[in-house]
């Protein structure tokens, strides 16, 4: 199942700008290049116009205007499509700009129209008509698919790479990025589009450096002895700086004289002497933490950075770089990141942090992303290999008539077919199809999978309800929001109220009449919907920790079978956060308590919040921990309530708990034993099933909502913990009499 927009790389804004306003400023062409602060978009055209407004991945693109004509190799719209030209043979013989300075002034009136328009959609993009629509690629796509020579010959076009390019091109006209990391999947091409670009940079940059960084040190390499060296050897003449060293470097290409811009003003008046030297090196390092430290680049290319193993750490290697890429606040690089994700004890974790890190979506004052990188994922079913047609666009399902290939070969299954097939076939064998789904990524949760035999839990299951998840529209399923007591007057009546920037994730509340339900027993408040369900918390103490860190605080809200109005055995509410006082925590764990008139179950060994539930009259509240009698209980127990983490036997009841829920309410029953086998299992929380899947019983502490979902499951199931009273081993029979009459008669 697919979300609406699954098969969009991006949006098209309608009217952001109004229409009067677009077309007054490109009459004067007004709009410049970069980040446009009145209207929140960034400017990728180069020719002061804009035109369509799009959205990838949250962020606002201003492409240019449509020409009044567009290239076209046919005017037949079926048979229009993009089609790389061979540079004309009379200029293939010429090697130099010393070569062409030589040459009579016919020869180079003939082709300076030819080497100026090259130039100029090296700089401000290309038009051209494919398939009867006019299509736009940037300035640096072009020189992917014109002027770089990979493995195959020349690149074909795809529309998966033409958005690369240009949310590429958007980092790089956007003053508040760093770069662009790509999560891909594999034989996407990243590799030489990164490198065609570090050739594109490093052919037009003065005094400038341009690095590359693999997963190790052959590896980067190999990218520039196979890759990047190749690309810049096959430039025409006209784009090719002349090189400094050996034919064919090892470690290093410098280009100290270039190969000046070709135009009508110069073309006569150009002298070998006035050339000045471009002194620009591209180069790779070692793979280490400290790769580049201390120097200052315009470009780095970083392939294979989800594949970096220990000792070597993305995470640390990256703010050690981006220092390489700013003098003060301003940025003066960029990174082209990129790569597979590998699995998280192997290198997957950080990058996944790091990804994730840098969504556009989340900004601090200085309007940058965490990390200061624009993340992007492209779908599997966009860049497979076999499955793009003619015009570079994919073809998602089996085509009623064979669809001709951009290859030229017809397709005749579709890409998102194929990989089901594949997926299916896999089922039996957890790892390799968790490692598929790492190769071959439909949504981001695919591509950060970890290995099934690292888990406690049945993985596959999980996995299922990810997927499940990721393919509906979240904000129908969950609302994020806040609780507050009525009028800011605490033991009154709490209110919900959705919020964007709320702590709490609901996909479920209970109706007006049973909200609020509170039985106060002699100045004591209990909840009155214990039968409907109840809360499980892994609280915290301390408000501040050294650093700015430690663990946060989660609860969780679980139904459990009930026959009033609302699911059963449902999750409805996850909150992991760590807001700036423990006090704010505790409130809001209140507020939600008492909103949902439900009991909860807490973790005794931090006892701050079952203190404050006890302090505010809420003492009803709190669980007693359901594996023992009261009169066996502690004197703290009986006080507060909740339930130690210390115990072996608490340890194991908590993940068989949890290990019983997945079985039973989450993914596909292929059994058929709990609900249909074509029915989903019904958990909305994916951070809370990441956190399961990724749990380790002996060390607990890092997973907090593996811990408060645990406990709310026992919360719901407490009879199945409460201890079984002891018969006597010893059977006394006392015989029974019939008093009427003088004598009593014994009963047999």
């Known amino acids: 199942m697919l ?6 790389l991006y949006v098209l804004i309608d009217d952001y700008i109004k229409p009067s306003v677009i077309k007054k400023r490109n009459r004067s062409r007004k709009w410049e290049y970069g980040y446009n602060e009145d209207y929140d978009i960034v400017v990728i055209s180069k020719d002061g116009t804009i035109g369509d407004i799009i959205s990838i991945k949250g962020l606002l693109i201003a492409l240019p205007s449509v020409p009044k004509e567009c290239e076209a190799r046919s005017r037949s719209e079926r048979k229009q499509y993009w089609e790389r030209k061979e540079e004309p043979r009379e200029l293939q013989k010429i090697k130099s700009i010393f070569q062409w300075n030589s040459m009579p002034n016919d020869f180079k009136a003939k082709w300076v129209d030819y080497i100026e328009g090259e130039f100029d959609k090296r700089e401000y993009g290309h038009w051209f008509m494919n398939n009867g629509v006019p299509t736009y690629i940037t300035g640096s796509h072009y020189m992917y698919l014109q002027w770089s020579s990979i493995d195959i010959g020349y690149p074909d076009f795809r529309e998966a790479n033409r958005i690369f390019y240009i949310y590429w091109e958007a980092c790089r006209a956007d003053r508040r990025c760093f770069g662009q990391v790509y999560l891909k999947i594999r034989r996407s091409g990243f590799s030489y589009m990164s490198s065609s670009e570090c050739v594109n940079v490093g052919t037009l940059a003065r005094d400038s450096r341009i690095g590359i960084l693999s997963k190790t040190g052959s590896d980067a390499k190999k990218m520039f002895t196979d890759k990047v060296v190749p690309i810049a050897k096959k430039l025409p003449f ?3 700086p002349i090189q400094d060293g050996m034919d064919r470097p090892k470690t290093e290409l410098a280009f100290r004289v270039p190969a000046s811009k070709i135009t009508k003003k110069n073309m006569y008046e150009e002298k070998d002497d006035d050339i000045e030297g471009l002194d620009t090196t591209i180069d790779w390092k070692n793979t280490d933490d400290n790769s580049y430290d201390g120097e200052k680049i315009l470009l780095l290319a970083h392939d294979e950075s989800g594949k970096w193993l220990r000792p070597n750490n993305i995470l640390n290697n990256w703010k050690v770089t981006k220092t390489c890429l700013r003098l003060g606040r301003k940025i003066i690089g960029k990174c082209l990141m990129g790569s597979t994700c590998n699995s998280l004890d192997k290198g997957g974790k950080n990058f996944k942090k790091l990804y994730q890190e840098s969504t556009t979506k989340k900004r601090n004052a200085n309007g940058q992303t965490k990390t200061g990188l624009y993340s992007l994922f492209i779908p599997m079913e966009w860049n497979l290999e076999g499955f793009i047609d003619q015009y570079g666009m994919p073809v998602f399902h089996t085509p009623e008539e064979p669809v001709v290939g951009v290859d030229g070969e017809m397709i005749t299954q579709g890409a998102i077919d194929y990989w089901q097939a594949e997926v299916d076939s896999l089922k039996s064998d957890a790892d390799a199809l968790n490692e598929y789904y790492r190769q071959f990524p439909r949504t981001e949760s695919h591509a950060f999978r970890d290995e099934s035999k ?14 499940y998840n990721d393919s509906l529209i979240k904000d129908h399923m969950t609302t994020r929001g806040s609780f507050y007591w009525q009028n800011g007057i605490k033991d009154t009546k709490v209110i919900w109220t959705p919020k964007k920037n709320g702590r709490f994730l609901v996909s479920w509340t209970p109706p007006v009449n049973l909200q609020n339900n509170v039985i106060n027993k002699n100045g004591t408040m209990y909840p009155g919907n214990e039968h409907m369900g109840a809360f499980g918390c892994d609280s915290y103490d301390i408000s501040g920790v050294v650093g700015g860190g430690g663990s946060n605080g989660a609860l969780h809200g679980l139904t459990k079978f009930h026959m009033s109005e609302g699911p059963s055995n449902h999750f409805f509410l996850q909150y992991v956060a760590r807001p700036q006082t423990a006090e704010i925590f505790f409130e809001e764990v209140l507020m939600a308590c ?17 203190y404050h539930l006890k302090n505010r009259g809420y003492r009803g509240f709190s669980m007693n921990r359901p594996d023992k009698a009261y009169n066996k209980l502690s004197k703290t127990e009986r006080e507060l309530g909740g339930i130690p983490n210390t115990s072996e036997d608490i340890k194991q009841a908590h993940a068989s708990a949890i290990e019983s829920y997945i079985e039973k309410y989450v993914g596909f029953d292929f059994e058929g034993f709990c609900r249909p086998m074509d029915e989903i299992g019904d958990m909305p ?3 809370t099933l990441e956190d399961w899947a990724k749990f380790d019983i002996n060390n607990r502490t890092r997973y907090d909502a593996t811990i408060s979902s645990g406990l709310a499951i026992m919360a719901c199931q407490r009879h199945l913990y409460t201890p079984k009273k002891k018969q006597s081993k010893i059977s006394i029979n006392f015989a029974r009499y019939n008093n009427k009459g003088r004598t009593s008669q014994i009963i047999r």
């Open 685 to 687: 929380f994916n951070r």
């Open 594 to 610: 008492v909103f949902y008139g439900m009991p909860i179950l807490v973790e005794n060994n931090k006892p701050r919040l079952l």
């Open 238 to 240: 006209f784009f090719k």
């Open 454 to 467: 690292a888990s406690l839990f049945n993985l596959s299951k999980i996995y299922q309800q990810i997927d």
């Open 3 to 8: 979300k609406e927009d699954q098969n969009k």
